[in-house]
């Protein structure tokens, strides 16, 4: 638990009295009075004291109030045992559709398939933002964890009227990215353009992550949905990508930069022509590794890309 200096608690306890309690969390006054604010505001006072408990130990906010706004419109129920959708990967996600705007023509479908689904955030958001664009929108998402695709329908549903079209198909099935044999299993076929955020935190560094909201991250996310390596993008590659005839890009959130450069390294190796770049957040942290075919439209994601790899 991060010490607070004495101060600081008489100047948050001045403000309000449960203010104290939220600064081992959000370790700033701002921070502690804009989620005092949305549990007052959010919760039945009856829930106030029990919700300033939960977050005094560090348990995600998003989880107390059970839900995350997610791109324009959406709201994405929370629970545990599934990851909490996070500003960075809504922030690629909208740039990625303002980019598919540019590369399909209003009377071109598209088919796209994400793998690592979680709570359906991506998917939906991707359905949100193109659903009145693309003449069919064929999105399916995928996860190992039944949980996930229990909510990620879920959140189909509790946001259907931002997605409702009879030109959006989006679906959410259970399967394990591991499987070489799922993509040929799968209900929907040719998809052009593969998408994840798959679980990336190393082993050695999730064991030795320590503090404030990472210990928050460590204590109560799902670990299936944080740890991984390079054997996650290999298997995402050669079940997803490689093996499919029909996918002509692929973005991937990363977690550094040796990530993205295993997957550059591996595409060269299998000799494959494809162009791979990265793209570095409005935090400065590496977070995308993307790919495409050369001599293809989607050599406009180029343009998501901090640098481009020759």
Not at 96 to 122: A, F, T, Y
Not at 228 to 244: I, M, Q, R, T, W
Not at 259 to 282: A, C, M
Request: net charge positive; charged share 25%; with cysteine.
């Amino acid at each position: 638990m991060p010490r607070i200096s004495p101060r600081l608690i008489l100047e948050a306890y001045k403000i309000h009295p449960y203010l104290p309690y939220l600064l081992p969390a959000c370790k700033t006054i701002f921070q502690a009075k804009l989620e005092l604010g949305w549990i007052i505001n959010e919760l039945p006072v009856s829930k106030h004291k029990s919700a300033i408990k939960k977050r005094f130990r560090l348990y995600p906010l998003q989880y107390i109030l059970g839900n995350q706004p997610f791109g324009s419109n959406l709201k994405i129920e929370c629970k545990k045992g599934v990851l909490i959708p996070r500003a960075d990967t809504e922030e690629w996600c909208m740039e990625l559709c303002k980019k598919l705007r540019k590369i399909k023509n209003p009377n071109d479908s598209l088919k796209v398939l994400e793998i690592c689904s979680g709570s359906g955030c991506i998917s939906l958001l991707i359905g949100e933002q193109l659903k009145d664009y693309l003449a069919e929108l064929d999105i399916l998402g995928v996860d190992v964890s039944q949980i996930c695709v229990d909510l990620s329908q879920k959140n189909l549903e509790l946001n259907h009227k931002y997605i409702n079209s009879n030109k959006t198909l989006i679906n959410f099935i259970k399967g394990d990215l591991f499987n070489k044999d799922l993509l040929s299993s799968l209900p929907i076929q040719n998809h052009e353009l593969v998408i994840s955020n798959p679980p990336y935190i190393p082993l050695e560094e999730y064991n030795v992550y320590h503090g404030g909201l990472e210990k928050s991250v460590i204590k109560y996310e799902p670990r299936l949905a944080l740890v991984g390596n390079l054997e996650v993008y290999k298997s995402l590659l050669d079940n997803f990508v490689f093996n499919n005839k029909s996918c002509k890009s692929f973005i991937f959130e990363v977690g550094n930069k040796k990530q993205i450069e295993f997957v550059r390294d591996y595409i060269l190796f299998k000799k494959f022509s494809w162009n791979v770049g990265y793209r570095i957040d409005s935090n400065g942290q590496y977070r995308n590794v993307v790919g495409w075919q050369r001599d293809c439209n989607y050599d406009l994601l180029q343009k998501m890309c901090t640098s481009i790899y020759n």
